[in-house]
């Protein structure tokens, strides 16, 4: 069997070149999934694993739109269909000058399995643009998601494709192209995740991805007998995820030190407390300004511009408990891993998708410490968009607390389940494994269920 899944990884390199994070992700998952292949010949038999790597569908279109000189630009905009098995295709659009077909589909592909996870009837998909929304005006950004949405409406639909936000895409964004949506479709469905509370929206969805990666942190600590009272921890970003997650590490008495933007980070070494955090919601979500700030206004904050020739990030070399890398894929290679154990960090819960390297997973799991994968601990904001799309069926708003306990009961169910599957395949404690294992087993079965043709 491993023989197989070797040289289906080579067959995938070499059918797929130039989507070098698609490999990363392939190669990390596919070795992990062959204790289940050994058992069950029938997935082999049914080309499962092929199946599951190929997209449903993809689509890519021009954005023609027009900025504040009057002068043309033109982006390119994706979406991934990656795995309706279990349910409508669901993901999250980014804008980020990053973006492209590799990938989206590493995303895409992370997605199917963490929709699995969630428990809802959730597929696999993921989408976006090589737009930058960075230094662009209010209108630019109108204008863009305008364009964007002209083309993407006649692919998606609430029970078809549910697309949500990610990196670059918030609020904001996600207005403008319900919009857009809206009036093109004249129709008023939940066909977008991520909504405001007026229009659709779920309380508990801008926190929920920050907040399930926190309670993920939790759930792996009770394993040992600790809570997160107490604990330092090291955050990355200072967008959406790290946000929130610095809000539950405060409502849970840990003390966050670091935050961080493509410019730099602040280390904070007397804590990030409430009103700071405040600070960072205003500085980010409404003057979209820059972290480095905040070292101005907090004379406790150091902060550290990013140096390029350095091979790794100071961020991750401070003392401290855990840390929560929030900001994007591969923000934690070999040596960053080397520090953050040297610096005694044993709980590490993904709130970014892929944010460690190959390299970077296989110290954590040498050192056996609590080590959450992005596709089980970030799972959080996927599960409240689940929930957002019950809301809107039922056309009904479900309270606060009562999507905040939802969302608490799917983040520890999700660790029981990597936990417990990892135990039954022989490699207890390994969350990667066991989180791979789980959510790959439904969609299989599925795929299984529903035939070649589906
Ligand atoms: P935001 O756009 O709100 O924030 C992104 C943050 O990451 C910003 O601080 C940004 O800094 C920083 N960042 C992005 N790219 C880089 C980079 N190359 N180097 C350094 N910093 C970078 O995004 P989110 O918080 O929504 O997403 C963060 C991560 O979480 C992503 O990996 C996303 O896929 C993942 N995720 C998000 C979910 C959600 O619900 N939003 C759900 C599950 C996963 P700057 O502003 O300078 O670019």
């Known amino acids: 069997m491993a023989d197989y899944i070797a040289e289906l990884v080579e067959h995938i390199k070499a059918k797929n070149p130039a989507q070098p994070k698609f490999i990363q992700a392939v190669e990390e998952v596919l070795p992990t999934l062959k204790p289940v292949m050994d058992k069950h010949p029938e997935y082999r038999k049914a080309k499962i694993l092929e199946r599951i790597t190929e997209p449903e569908r993809v689509i890519i279109f021009r954005v023609p739109w027009e ?9 390119r905009g994706f979406r991934i269909e990656m795995n309706s098995a279990i ?29 699995a996870l969630t428990t809802l009837p959730m597929g696999g998909g ?59 479709k004249n129709e008023y469905t939940g066909v977008l995740t991520g909504k405001g509370i007026n229009w659709g929206g779920s309380l508990i969805r801008p926190e929920a991805t920050g907040y399930g990666a926190v309670y993920f942190a939790g759930e792996m600590l009770e394993t040992r007998g600790e809570t997160l009272e107490g604990k330092t921890c090291l955050v990355s970003a200072s967008g959406n995820v790290a946000q929130y997650t610095v809000e539950k590490l405060l409502d849970l008495k840990a003390k966050p030190v670091t935050l961080s933007d493509s410019g730099g980070y602040i280390y904070d070494e007397g804590g990030i407390d409430r ?28 902060y550290t511009p990013i140096d390029p020739k350095l091979d790794y990030n100071p961020l991750w070399n401070h003392k401290a408990d855990c840390a929560f890398p929030s900001a994007t894929e591969n923000e ?28 970077g997973i296989d110290i954590f799991l040498a050192k056996k410490i609590l080590y959450g994968p992005g ?29 905040d306990r939802k969302l608490y009961e799917i983040m520890k169910n999700i660790h ?24 790959f087993v439904k969609v299989a079965d599925t795929m299984l269920d529903l035939g070649m043709y589906s």
């Not at 993901?91 to 077909?101: A, E």
């Not at 689940?386 to 606060?400: D, F, H, V």
């Not at 039954?424 to 066991?434: D, K």
């Open 67 to 75: 900025d504040d000189k009057g002068e043309y630009q033109v982006n």
């Open 87 to 115: 349910g409508p295709y669901k993901g999250g659009l980014r804008f980020h000058p990053t973006v492209d077909l590799g990938t989206l589909k590493f995303l895409a592909f992370e997605q199917v399995f963490k929709n």
């Open 126 to 184: 993921k989408g976006g643009s090589d737009f930058d929304p960075k230094g662009k005006s209010d209108a630019e950004v109108h204008r863009f998601c305008n364009s964007f949405m002209i083309e993407l409406w006649r692919h998606i639909g609430h029970n078809t494709d549910v697309p949500a936000g990610d990196i670059g895409v918030g609020g904001r964004e996600i207005g403008y192209l319900f919009g857009m949506y809206k009036r093109l």
């Open 275 to 302: 009103k700071k955090l405040k600070f960072v919601m205003e500085l980010k979500n409404v003057r979209r300004g820059r972290i480095k700030e905040y070292a101005s206004k907090y004379k406790s904050a150091v």
């Open 332 to 359: 934690i290679n070999k040596k960053d891993a080397q520090n953050l154990i040297k610096n005694g960090v044993y709980v590490v819960s993904e709130g970014a998708n892929m944010p460690t390297t190959r390299e």
């Open 375 to 403: 596709k089980a601990a970030n799972a959080g904001g996927v599960a409240v968009s689940g929930l957002e799309m019950t809301q809107n069926s039922l056309r009904y708003a479900w309270p606060r607390e009562e999507v």
């Open 416 to 439: 029981r389940v990597a936990n417990e599957t990892a135990a039954h395949y022989g490699v207890p404690g390994n969350y990667v494994a066991g989180a791979n294992i789980a959510g």
